[in-house]
């Protein structure tokens, strides 16, 4: 037996975690807090953070930005659609899905043809059960409900009603306060994005558009993944463009994979690269099938049933 394993590994010693302005170790009832941009260093107080700024200035910001691109390159186990909460199938990128204003739950469209089909006399929602609204007042009564609760999907949906109507100051309102919940909304920060490239209701502001942009690149819009990637790409930086193509695909984005299918053929994109996203992009659109969604896009088609 090889004596080494038996010694135990030493655990890293309180007293090496000291502040990097005074010195001072985390001991006893000393607690120091990690610098929050960088996370490389600690200190045990604002004053000596303070103090300690210019030294440590140059390298956090290294640090920073190094942390984000990991943050914004990394990717998603899925995209920010989630599953279904009635199939439990990831909802398809660019599909239509139906959105209950009573319980703000995203149905797929399986299921809710399905729901159509077995409770045709008496609707209520596949999933909460509530009665079917019946009119577009009984609509906006649920919603106002879920705003009244902070469900970011009502806030970004009075957000959507508010800047279809050309209201984009109180639209800026929503989805600001939609993205700023715990774990922030992708569709509130894409939509901050298209707020800021055009200039409605805010001034123009290229790096706020990008800034929202990555947020819901990061939370797994795919769309805003690919729109990174022309942004990239038209800046001539290709590597980082088809980083995002290769997420976006992946997510199962169409766009994505088709602009990757043109790079290869183009030069632009290693055949290994291509065919490790088509093989993920298949994938990803494969998870999304159902016979039931089937059923209801043939059902749309035929126009048995309006467009969900």
């Known amino acids: 037996m090889d004596d080494n394993k038996l010694v135990p590994e030493e ?24 610098c929050d941009a960088c996370d490389l260093v600690r ?13 440590h200035d ?92 902070s ?24 989805w600001t306060k939609t993205a700023a919940l715990k774990l922030g909304n992708a569709d509130a920060h894409y939509n901050l994005s298209i707020l800021y490239r055009g200039g409605k209701g805010v001034e123009k502001d290229e790096r706020k558009k990008l800034y929202h942009l990555e947020e819901a690149a990061i939370g797994g819009h795919a769309k805003a993944r690919h ?9 001539g930086r290709f590597d980082r463009a088809v980083k995002h193509l290769i997420i976006a695909a992946r997510l199962g984005c169409g766009d994505s994979i088709k602009r990757l299918r043109t790079s290869y053929v183009d030069g632009l994109v290693s055949k290994e690269e291509f065919a490790m996203a088509l093989r993920a992009h298949h994938a990803a ?19 048995k049933i309006k467009r969900m």
């Open 11 to 34: 655990a890293e010693s309180p007293a090496a975690i000291c502040c990097a302005s005074c010195g001072i170790a985390e001991v006893d009832d000393i607690t120091l807090k990690k």
């Open 43 to 55: 200190y045990c107080g604002d004053k000596c953070q303070r103090e300690h700024l210019s030294q």
């Open 58 to 149: 140059p390298s956090c910001k290294k640090r920073a930005a190094e942390l984000r691109e990991e943050i914004l390159f990394k990717q998603p186990e899925s995209s920010h659609l989630g599953d279904c909460p009635i199939c439990f199938l990831p909802h398809p990128v660019n599909k239509p899905r139906a959105v209950k204003s009573c319980c703000s739950q995203t149905i797929c469209v399986g299921c809710d043809y399905a729901n159509v089909l077995t409770n045709c006399e008496q609707m209520m929602c596949p999933f909460c059960r509530h009665p079917k609204p019946k009119n577009k007042e009984e609509v906006k009564c649920n919603t106002t409900k879920r705003v009244a609760a």
């Open 151 to 174: 469900d970011p999907v009502a806030l970004n949906y009075i957000g959507q009603r508010h800047y279809r109507e050309g209201d984009y100051g109180t639209a800026f309102k929503f």
């Open 227 to 235: 729109y990174l990637a022309y942004y990239e790409w038209t800046n």
């Open 285 to 303: 659109v494969d998870a999304a099938k159902s016979p039931q969604r089937d059923a209801a896009a043939t059902a749309v088609a035929a126009g």
